[in-house]
């Protein structure tokens, strides 16, 4: 009755962690062999039989019988003498079978058997938890703040799994306090040792993708198609919609009745302005539609080169650029194109690279960044609003602009 008493005592793990009892035998008989061989040195001539219903186990040792003083091997042989204090009729060549007690493996190894057995229903859970993640990769997903730390949100989900939600993948306006619910998608699943890393992100396209899906029903039925997403998190997002029925609206559809649809996504990112757009194989018109709000005059395209320069009005060229260059950036990524906005009306212009020789590539970089890359584009801006766009000092944005107006000057 030892091993059934044994089994019993391990039936909490069962209830803990949801083993089923026929798995649960299977994790113990692993173990029990594991046991054998490091007592005995080998587990081939043992028996586990284990009855799932009962909750019983035992073990039987298999010997052959050798003459005394004939014993090379304790484990695989027996001596008549011994055997025959099993059964009296043994002879030599014959197989014996003796039931192993658990009291028989001594105290030191029924202890290791029992850590050996906690650690492989751990491995069990763990390895059932990374298959349930994995497949819900790219998945809106929702969990409680638990902890949080310097680099990261650790949030637990209605089963206790623990999911990581790291700095970089948080939007820069999120503030989330212990017990508040946390909606984004699993974005990586891996096995660190034996424990699943898991890991979400507000951050990534799919996010805000998904959401999409989640709350436009034209979305989620397949009727309005989202072709791309690109986003700057927190500050601005561009997405192409396509409808395959010509009576729905793709845009209209997203975006609602004085926004009503899409302002519950807008609120869940920290206030992130969406541009939704249709989408169309026509690349003048979608990269024109993509550089919304802005009104563009003409596009030339080299779609070698996969660049496009667009003319625009003077005053839509703030615009077509965005609070931090972020407009043109995003409609970049959209689209596919490098895109270079040029001023109608303004006859003379030079590109910003051929001041290399006096000013210094990293702070050309620093223009480019928010789409200044020429030099009336420079000179045009406001110092105060340069300063503020960029990680430059006011005194190198004016040694800048007093170098190109040296240009015009001459």
């Known amino acids: 009755m030892e091993n059934l008493a044994l089994i019993d005592s391990f039936s909490e793990f069962k209830d803990d962690k949801l083993i089923d009892r026929v798995t649960l035998m299977a994790i113990l008989e692993e173990v029990f062999r594991s046991t054998l061989k490091r007592r005995f040195g080998s587990d081939d001539n043992f028996d586990i039989i284990i009855n799932p219903d009962k909750g019983d186990l035992e073990i039987w040792r298999n010997r052959v019988v050798v003459a005394d003083g004939e014993v090379e091997d304790p484990n695989a042989e027996i001596s008549l003498s011994a055997a025959r204090k099993i059964e009296e009729d043994f002879e030599v060549g014959e197989?014996?079978?003796?039931?192993v007690k658990l009291i028989d493996l001594g105290r030191r190894s029924i202890l290791a058997l029992r850590q050996n057995l906690i650690s492989k229903i751990h491995e069990h859970d763990n390895t059932n938890i990374y298959k349930q993640f994995k497949e819900l990769?790219?998945?809106l997903y929702t969990a409680e703040v638990h902890h949080i730390r310097h680099r990261a949100i650790i949030l637990l989900d209605d089963e206790g799994n623990e999911i990581i939600l790291p700095k970089d993948r948080q939007i820069p306006s999120d503030f989330f306090r212990k017990g508040e619910n946390v909606r984004g998608i699993i974005e990586s699943v891996e096995l660190k040792g034996n424990k699943p890393a898991i890991i979400m992100s507000r951050t990534a396209p799919?996010?805000?993708?998904?959401?999409?899906?989640?709350?436009?029903?034209?979305v989620f039925d397949g009727l309005i198609t989202i072709k791309k997403v690109v986003r700057i998190p927190g500050e601005k997002a561009k997405v192409a919609v396509d409808s395959y029925d010509d009576r729905i609206d793709p845009v209209g559809a997203c975006v609602g009745m004085k926004g009503s649809r899409i302002h519950g996504i807008?609120?869940?990112l920290g206030n992130e302005n969406i541009d939704v757009i249709n989408y169309t194989n026509n690349l003048n018109l979608?990269?024109?539609?993509a550089l919304s709000p802005a009104r563009i005059t003409s596009i030339k395209i080299d779609?070698?080169?996969k660049t496009a320069q667009v003319m625009l009005k003077p005053e839509e060229v703030s615009k077509a650029i965005g609070r931090g260059g972020h407009n043109i950036r995003l409609a970049g990524q959209l689209t596919g194109y490098e895109i270079d906005v040029y001023r109608e009306g303004v006859e003379e212009d030079v590109e910003l690279s051929e001041f290399s020789d006096e000013i210094e590539d990293w702070i050309i970089a620093e223009f480019a960044k928010i789409g200044l890359d020429t030099a009336r584009s420079i000179l045009e801006q406001d110092v105060e609003d340069l300063v503020r766009r960029t990680d430059l000092e006011e005194e190198t944005v004016l040694d800048v602009m007093r170098i190109l107006k040296a240009e015009f000057e001459e």
């Open 95 to 99: 197989d014996v079978s003796e039931e």
């Open 137 to 139: 990769e790219g998945e």
């Open 206 to 218: 799919l996010f805000l993708e998904k959401l999409f899906e989640s709350e436009i029903p034209e």
């Open 266 to 268: 807008v609120r869940e």
């Open 286 to 289: 979608f990269i024109t539609r």
């Open 303 to 305: 779609e070698e080169k």
